[in-house]
């Protein structure tokens, strides 16, 4: 049974930092990709970091690049969501989704609807 498990959200002023964590169980495809979503009240989810577990190429919405950096660590299971110089527009539920990377498609190609697996969320709120 996959499991994911989000942590690390809580509530921080604006210019401040936050690391999410997602561990993942139960997933045996090392050709995996990761993505973090983020879904804000009477908003879509959108997504804003992946991750080729595989190659291990990230890549990010124009919203975040250069404020968040997605990472893993095999040996933990754990994906990571470092998150800097936070602004009150992060604020969000975040979640992280996880599914097999077919031949040829990069992960950053994938959106919501084509993740199978996701963790409960977890609350990031951001005061100016």
């Known amino acids: 049974q996959v499991k994911l498990v989000e942590s690390g959200g809580g509530s921080v002023q604006a210019g401040g930092s936050l690391r999410l964590s997602c561990a993942v169980s139960g997933y045996l495809r090392s050709n995996a990709c990761m993505k973090w979503f983020r879904q804000a009240p009477g908003k879509e989810r959108e997504g804003v970091a992946t991750?080729?577990?595989?190659?291990?190429?990230?890549s990010y919405d124009d919203s975040v690049k250069g404020r968040f950096t997605i990472s893993q660590d095999n040996a933990e299971n754990t994906v990571y969501l470092q998150m800097n110089s936070l602004e009150p527009e992060d604020t969000a539920m975040y979640y992280c989704?996880?599914?097999?990377?077919?031949?040829?498609?990069?992960?950053?190609?994938?959106?919501?609807?084509?993740?199978?697996?996701w963790g409960q969320g977890t609350q990031v709120t951001v005061s100016s």
């Open positions: 991750l080729d577990t595989g190659g291990g190429s990230a």
């Open positions: 989704a996880v599914r097999y990377r077919d031949f040829g498609v990069p992960c950053y190609a994938y959106q919501a609807p084509a993740f199978g697996y």
